[in-house]
């Protein structure tokens, strides 16, 4: 299957400060990509849905200035948790599709980033 | 509105039986798909199974096969002869065309122990 490539795995940072995340189609172009978050023992909810070349639409509750996402190129999208506090803390994972965008298409799955915010 | 529900939060096994993970889904669209995904203690997410809402065979992929009731809008999965390497977070989803942009849509995982 495709390959989809999340960088960085693990991330620690301090209060305040902010964290970029990297979501990488290596041999599709991904033209919509999804930011996933995975609290401890729960399932993936639905950040937000980026299209390449356009603003992310985000889901509702999940707070657009604290987590921006760019997606700039069809082989990139970035997720940045601006002033990331503790609560914070959680597993990001990111999909990506290509340009068929049928029911059956599956999503692939970058690695997942480990953020803990101390 | 879409949603998926998985009431097995845990489930055992005995190595090389075989296990029936419960997924049932609700939606409106008339057109949809529905996903199995594992999910090992690394994080990542590993596609197992596919099924669409219109296909009237069960879909199967080596020893994972998808038991698709649309009337009873349940999308079960079985894995057949388990192994150790089984034990994992299953995850069940569904993706329609509600919204426009083809969401996956997940329910809350069921814990799969394979026990020797």
């Known amino acids: 299957g495709a390959v989809v490539s999340q960088h960085p795995s693990r991330v620690i940072c301090k209060s305040g400060t902010s964290v970029k995340i990297e979501c990488r189609s290596l041999?599709?172009?991904?033209?919509?990509m999804f930011w996933y978050r995975q609290f401890p023992k729960q399932s993936l909810m639905l950040m937000a849905t980026?299209?390449?070349?356009?603003?992310?639409?985000?889901e509702q509750g999940v707070e657009k200035d604290k987590f921006l996402i760019n997606h700039a190129s069809l082989t990139l999208s970035t997720l940045t948790v601006t002033s990331a506090h503790p609560e914070d803390s959680s597993f990001y994972i990111c999909s990506a599709r290509g340009p068929i965008q049928g029911a059956n298409t599956e999503a692939f799955f970058g690695q997942g980033t480990r953020l803990t915010v101390v | 509105a879409q949603k998926i529900t998985q009431t097995q939060p845990g489930m055992f096994v005995q190595e090389k039986e075989a296990v029936t993970l419960d997924c049932t889904y609700d939606t409106s669209d008339q057109s949809y798909g529905l996903f199995w995904y594992k999910q090992p203690s690394s994080g990542e997410m590993i596609f197992l199974i596919y099924?669409?809402?219109?296909?009237?065979q069960n879909a199967t992929e080596g020893r994972y096969s998808l038991n698709f009731q649309k009337a009873r809008k349940s999308a079960n999965l079985v894995i057949s002869a388990s192994q150790l390497g089984d034990s994992a977070m299953y995850f069940c989803?569904?993706?329609?065309?509600?919204?426009?942009?083809?969401?996956?849509?997940f329910g809350a995982g069921t814990r799969l122990a394979v026990h020797p």
């Open positions: 041999d599709f172009q991904a033209t919509t």
């Open positions: 980026s299209n390449e070349g356009s603003k992310a639409t985000y």
């Open positions: 989803a569904m993706r329609g065309f509600s919204g426009g942009y083809n969401k996956l849509i």
């Open positions: 099924q669409g809402s219109y296909d009237e």
